[in-house]
């Protein structure tokens, strides 16, 4: 069954990916996921398309719009409108779940804080996205997760080699999704803990506190190491040289991670054809390939230049460890343990475009997730709000006023 939250209804008043993401995974459980966006402009997100943010051959393609908002259902309410305001109180009303990145100022100003909306539900749960966090000298301040994440968080200093003359930049929403699954994972657990005690919760995650938690082992490490803030692999000698990246003959690398190597080095000796590298004594255990690291990594190196990556795919197909190839995001399309477990799911677009995206990576009995395109912009409007009583004339009035769209 994958539909395991069918019957929820969460009430979506977001924009960009991080918090948007969360909603789509909750839309992908199963959940009526009811997005509001301002009747004219939508969510900026609809518009990146004709900022230059994507690249000239996406053909009119908003990937960055589908990703994070497939699955849901669009309406188009002015919640600066006083008739707009009473029909998201009508949303919540029926809800579950109201979710919102909106900042502090712009929720007490829109009237839509924690307890604005509990004053009509009070079994409401209410979760937040920020930048920075709830509490603290900047939880008023906005974020991105090119800044707040990965450049404040630290993960883009930990994947920067020093001796780059710029820090490696962070790929498109590689922190959004991320948030969005954590925070989708959290409003799982408090409907939970609502169902077991009647109790809602106010549930937080913070783009800051993503990254510290990605980068938990460096950042526990950082007080006591001597020199830099972070532990740097020399890829010339490496600690334990059957754990690393190599290049192959073709300019392509494959990475090997035998973390008990003393398990599995003479099965790799084997599949590389180097019976001498197994009697070689100073290989001969992990210590001593660790005393003896850079010789080990400098010959392995040489091993692995000697074939194409398409040659090692074959040779080490067999190998007992763990290794991969370095693949593109294009080679996913065509590895076989994404299409087997349906990883990738193809949608139609409302723009007639067929799109393959990756599904968020929780399973239940162990089907993939349906996947549904994104909405047009107030795609649902009159059906919800016929949905809420209003007849349509109602509906009609309110689209007069502008309270709708």
Known sequence: MTGVLEGVRVVEVAMWTFVPAAGAVLAEWGADVVKVEHP????????????????????????????????????????????????????VESADVFVTNFLPDARRRLRIDVDDLRAVNP??????????????????????????????????????????????????AFGDVMGGSTLAGAIAAALYQRERTGQPSVVDVALLNLALWQLSVDVASAPVLAGDDVFRYD?????????????????????????????????????????????????????????????????LKQVFASRTLAQWRTRLATLEGVWSPLQTPRELHEDPQVLANGFLRDLSTSSGHTLAVATNPAQFDEQSPVTAAAPE???HTEEILLELGLSWDDILARKDSGAVN
């Open 377 to 379: 912009h107030g795609q």
């Open 235 to 299: 890829p010339e000698d490496l600690v334990n040289p059957t754990v690393g990246m190599y290049r192959t003959k073709d300019g392509r690398h494959l990475n090997l991670t035998l973390l008990q190597s003393d398990r599995h080095w003479a099965d790799l000796c084997a599949h590389l054809d180097r019976p001498d590298l197994l009697d070689d004594p100073r290989f001969a255990t992990h210590a001593l390939r660790g005393e003896s690291s850079r010789a080990c990594t400098q010959a």
């Open 40 to 91: 004219v402009t939508g969510d900026p997100q609809r518009g990146i398309i004709n900022s230059g943010f994507l690249p000239d051959n996406a053909q009119g393609l908003n990937y960055m719009w589908e990703v994070p908002n497939r699955g849901k259902r669009s309406i188009g309410i002015d919640l600066a409108h006083e008739q707009g305001r009473e029909l998201l109180l009508q949303l």
């Open 123 to 172: 079994r409401l749960i209410y979760a937040r996205g920020s930048g920075h966090g709830p509490r603290g000298p900047e939880s008023e301040r906005g974020g991105f997760d090119s800044s707040t994440y990965w450049a404040r968080g630290g993960i883009g200093y930990a994947v920067s080699p020093p001796e780059l003359e710029h820090p490696v930049r962070m790929r498109s």
